[in-house]
């Protein structure tokens, strides 16, 4: 059974920093694309950011580029997100996700395979 199991959520003051780590088990993800999502209060859930497996490309939303930084452990099965200079609007419950059946990293919430549960992060103004 697949299981991919999110920690380091929390709450922090506004320019604060948070470290969020996925890790996953039941399976390897090495060669495949793992992603961060976040699904604030009454709204869709959004993508975040998402590395490849194979060569570690990293692509990032508009809202978090140059404050979020992903990043994996393929030796922990494990995936990272870095965020700094958060905002109130960074609110939200980060999603971690794994693709098991295609290599190419994605923007798309359908197109990943497995999720965790979910860790709150919370930041205050």
């Known amino acids: 059974q697949v299981q991919l199991v999110e920690s380091g959520g929390g709450l922090v003051q506004a320019g604060g920093s948070l470290r969020l780590s996925c890790t996953a088990s039941?399976?390897?993800?090495?060669?495949?694309?793992m992603a961060w999502f976040r699904q604030a209060p009454g709204k869709e859930r959004e993508f975040v950011a998402t590395?490849?497996?194979?060569?570690?490309?990293?692509y990032y939303a508009d809202s978090v580029k140059g404050r979020f930084t992903i990043s994996r452990d393929n030796a922990k099965n494990t995936v990272y997100l870095q965020m700094n200079r958060l905002k109130p609007e960074d609110t939200a419950v980060y999603y971690c996700?794994?693709?098991?059946?295609?290599?190419?990293?994605?923007?798309?919430?359908?197109?990943?395979?497995?999720w965790g549960q979910g860790t709150l992060v919370a930041v205050s103004s």
């Open positions: 996700a794994a693709r098991g059946r295609s290599f190419g990293p994605s923007m798309g919430v359908r197109d990943y395979d497995y």
């Open positions: 039941g399976r390897t993800f090495s060669i495949y694309p």
């Open positions: 590395i490849s497996g194979i060569n570690s490309s990293t």
